[in-house]
């Protein structure tokens, strides 16, 4: 048995199980002695990284979170400067999930560089330890414990693995004990798991009898699979024929004829019978329609050689001699001397009515519309159709500016009525309108006529006159009046106009104006004033610290919001003083440095302290304690 000291090498405690050893006391100075205990994912203990940096002459420290790897959660310090292209960094939250290998990114644009010629590449080369070797008992202790308690809601506590088909023992639901530890969760478990292999193998393995006329199979041996295919090869035997179901007892009738149907319970034998009684039915059927048949083409053979007669006294057959008592031959002589006759007939027929097709010569416009005669050969009835019709078109109707008066062999002869005559009288009473290409829509003081490509068309004359100027500053505005065209310049910005910067939320301080700027005119806070496409700013802005408040050397800090009309096309720069003041009642300040304005495009106005305040950055820890930036004279263009 081995010996247990306390932490002080005095008491001596045997043997080492008993709860002496495990004090409070004593595991403060028990150390776990072996090597790292990790896990396959934790927070990132160490790393190496690589970049380039953009020099700058002033050393810039932002804390930035990286993006990459399997975990979340990590950010890291990360410096740049003075004069090195190289960046220096360090871990300020370890984040969690990531594991060894895990490549991280910051951007370089985040860094005041360029994506990706500037990015930071961080690799984890280690993983912070579950248990370090610097770890006391008491500390591997409580790291365990909140490892585990972190499982669960409630720790090892298994009493939320209390569903209805799992118990201690892995007996069927609802039978046994509530699961409180996790060991009775995996024994029940694994119960269960074995008593569902049991049920599956009962199944599988089916205990059955086999019948003598399946083979390959053996009785609490043979797997279901097995069973259904050996039972499925016999069923496809027997439906294939081979050594299949025969059928006796089937007798053929001597007779056929139509016999009642069977029962549905009746044998496959008597079906058979009804089946070829059946067949023999049908056959003799259709023996008798075919004698039947042969028996009417027979009487048709007589008929048509005997002497039965036609009566061709009915038809046109009597003009060359046909009787009621003609017979077929008879009477197809009287067709034959008919047709004949004729022929003749036709033959003497001249050949232009014969064919019932005359070709005329259509010429010169009556090939076209309205008429598109062409000259082909047409009958005689269409083409006595055309000539009525260019008849009919040729028919002259007059107005009532011509008289019509009839002359020899019934000509007419036209002449102008009285009154007719055109005169310039004639266009007192004509609108411009009425003329064919004019086009007018309701027509006023000062309309003129212009065209449009298609037609001449009125339109106010202000309307055809355009006046723009290359010069946005200058306003053109086209004034009707009747009879003139009046352009009125106007030149922007002639005169001045006010606008407040919008307050941005600053950490740690309230964001206003020094009660030395008064309200009115403008609002005490900084402004600007807006004279062409000149700014001119003027005003103030004090932060005062609410509790803590500080500003980094060389750290951008955005203040203040510019509206619209204030903002610059690109970034602007001014040089300020600001003033730092201790609580009220306000006196003169206790203090002051430089600091760079910056003003872009978006509006924002940002202040960056140089390092000329001790220890290179400014802390207000007080409440009540502020700066304050004071603008005047500092002016630039919002040109493009």
Known sequence: MSTCLDCYGVNTIEPCAEVGCLSTTYGKCVTYSGTGLYCSLGPIKTFTFSGT?????????????????SGSGATFSITRGPSSTSYTVSIVNF??????????????????????????????????????????????????????????????????????????????????TVITTAQQFTEAASAAICGLNTRLKAVETPTFTVPGCVTGLTSGTSTLGAILTAYGS??????????????????????????????????IGTWLNWIVSNMCSITGGLTSALTTTNSNVANINTFLGSLTKFNNSANCLTAIGGTSADSVNATIILLTTK???????????????????VALSWVGCFGSAPYSYTNTATTIQTQLQRIVSVLNLEKTAYSGDFVVTTAGCGSKVVSLAAGAAFSCASLAACSIDALGDVVITTPANPHVLYYNGTNWVNKNINALVTVTSADSS????????????NIDLSVTGTSATRYTFTANTVTGASNGSSPLFPA?????????????????????????????????????????????????????????????????????????????????????????????????SLSLVTAGQSIEIVFGGHSYTILP
Do not use: Q
């Open 53 to 69: 940096a953009v020099s700058i002459a002033t050393p810039v420290t932002l804390v930035l979170a990286a993006t990459g790897g």
């Open 520 to 616: 009115t005119p403008g609002s005490g806070y900084l402004m600007g004033i807006v004279y062409g496409k000149m700014v001119t700013l003027n005003g103030n802005i004090r932060l005062t610290s609410t509790g803590t408040f500080s500003t980094t050397s060389g750290a951008s800090l955005a203040i203040a919001t510019a509206p619209p009309a204030l903002r610059p096309v690109s970034t602007v720069y001014f040089y300020a003083r600001v003033f730092k003041r201790a609580t009220a009642p306000y006196t003169e300040p206790d203090g002051s440095f430089d600091a760079m304005v910056s003003l872009d495009a978006a509006g924002v106005l940002s202040i960056i302290s140089y390092p000329t305040y001790p220890a290179g």
């Open 474 to 485: 200058i306003v053109v505005t086209t004034v009707t009046t009747a009879g003139n065209v």
């Open 234 to 267: 016999k069923i496809c035997a027997i439906a294939s024929g081979s050594g299949g179901i025969t059928i006796t007892g089937v007798s053929i009738p001597g007779g056929c004829s139509m016999t009642t149907i069977p029962l549905s319970t009746d044998s």
């Open 339 to 357: 047709v004949c006759s004729t022929d003749t007939i036709v033959t003497a027929i001249p050949s232009y009515i014969k064919n019932d097709s």
């Open 95 to 176: 984040g969690s999930g990531y594991s060894v290998g895990d490549t991280l990114t910051v951007a370089g644009a985040s860094l005041g560089g360029t994506t990706p010629a500037n990015n930071l590449s961080l690799v984890v080369t280690t993983l912070a330890a579950l248990i370090d070797s610097t770890y006391t008992l008491d500390d591997a202790v409580k790291n365990l414990h909140e490892r585990l308690c972190s499982l669960t809601p409630s720790g090892l506590l298994y009493s939320g693995f209390n569903y209805s088909c799992l118990r201690v023992g892995g007996n069927i639901e609802s039978v046994g």
